[in-house]
């Protein structure tokens, strides 16, 4: 097996950091990453970087609904990570068409991250090309996404478990993890299992932590309460380092085995793409 280059699995880096948010609010209901990326949006938006942002919150057990957010209070309220495929971009779209939004962060996948990217730099159309007013595109790390309905289904069929005990989903070492209130253990479903649930489309991307992004975020097993964040852009630097200075923001170095980690996962997700597109195209 050729071994792959750091560059090649992580993008464009400019600091990798472990950050927490440092108001104790952010950091207790985000409990498994502490929060940074909430406090750095909290910081873009007290600090006029951007008057609104654009995620997704958890409306109703694992579903996700996108929101526009333009206050401190309901960007508290927005949960983290969904595991649906939701259309904020076409929210963001909308958002900075009614120009009720002068500049707008953007919280996404990598692959929603990539197609910002390329329609700014190549826009389709000419007037649909809003990337100027796009302050700060942040990218979570993914392992991929789902169908909800045939997914939900079958955790109610198999398991037992409703939609809404379900805390967390995660799609790594050869298999879907579900993490259910009360259960210590995750559930483990293998990927030839799970395959009808994930996304096709995602089985087949290589990108794991949002090379496109101005920041990418997420998390990792060896700093459970620190968010990884990885500032990527000019921009996204500038962002990082106004969140510490304006004190929203902690942050460490980010360790060997947390790197480590972070690699494997990248690589991991890259060599299954390899595996599928020899499957299926
Ligand atoms: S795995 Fe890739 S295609 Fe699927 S949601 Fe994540 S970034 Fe998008």
């Known amino acids: 097996m050729v071994p792959?280059?750091?560059?090649?699995?992580l993008?464009?880096?400019r600091r990798i950091v472990l950050a927490r948010a440092v108001d104790e609010r952010i950091r207790k209901s985000r409990s498994g990453s502490g929060g940074a990326v909430?406090?750095?949006l909290a910081s873009g938006l007290?600090?006029?970087?951007?008057?609104?942002v654009v995620a997704t919150i958890k409306s109703r057990g694992i579903e996700g609904r996108a929101v526009v957010i333009t206050d401190r209070d309901t960007l508290l309220r927005a949960a983290g990570s969904r595991w649906t495929l939701v259309e904020n971009l076409k929210l963001l779209h909308q958002a900075l068409s009614s120009y009720r939004v002068r500049k707008a962060a953007v919280v996404c996948t990598p692959c929603q991250a990539h197609f910002l990217k390329q329609t700014a730099t190549f826009p389709l159309v000419e007037g649909t090309d809003f990337s100027e007013r796009i302050a700060l595109v942040v990218g979570l790390f993914c392992m991929g996404t789902f169908s909800q309905p045939s997914f939900t289904a079958f955790l109610r069929?198999?398991?037992?478990?409703?939609?809404?005990?379900?805390?967390d989903?995660?799609?790594?070492?050869?298999?879907?993890?579900?993490?259910?209130?009360?259960?210590?253990?995750?559930?483990?479903?293998?990927?030839?299992?799970?395959?009808?649930?994930v996304n096709l489309g995602c089985l087949l991307?290589?990108?794991?932590?949002a090379s496109d992004?101005?920041?990418?975020?997420?998390v990792a097993a060896a700093a459970r309460g620190w968010t990884v964040l990885v500032a990527r852009t000019k921009r996204g630097a500038e962002m990082l380092e106004k969140g510490e200075a304006h004190g929203f923001i902690e942050t460490a170095q980010a360790p060997e085995d947390v790197l480590v980690e972070i690699l494997q996962r990248a690589e991991e997700k890259m060599r299954r793409a390899v595996e599928y597109k020899l499957r299926f195209v």
Do not use: M, N, Q, W
């Open 213 to 218: 992004a101005d920041i990418s975020a997420g």
């Open 157 to 167: 069929r198999r398991f037992g478990v409703s939609p809404e005990e379900v805390t």
């Open 169 to 197: 989903v995660s799609l790594r070492e050869g298999a879907l993890h579900v993490e259910v209130e009360g259960r210590k253990a995750p559930l483990r479903i293998p990927v030839a299992e799970a395959v009808e649930f």
């Open 4 to 9: 792959l280059e750091r560059s090649e699995l």
């Open 205 to 209: 991307c290589e990108d794991y932590t």
């Open 38 to 40: 909430t406090a750095l």
């Open 11 to 13: 993008g464009p880096t």
């Open 46 to 52: 007290a600090g006029g970087e951007f008057d609104a």
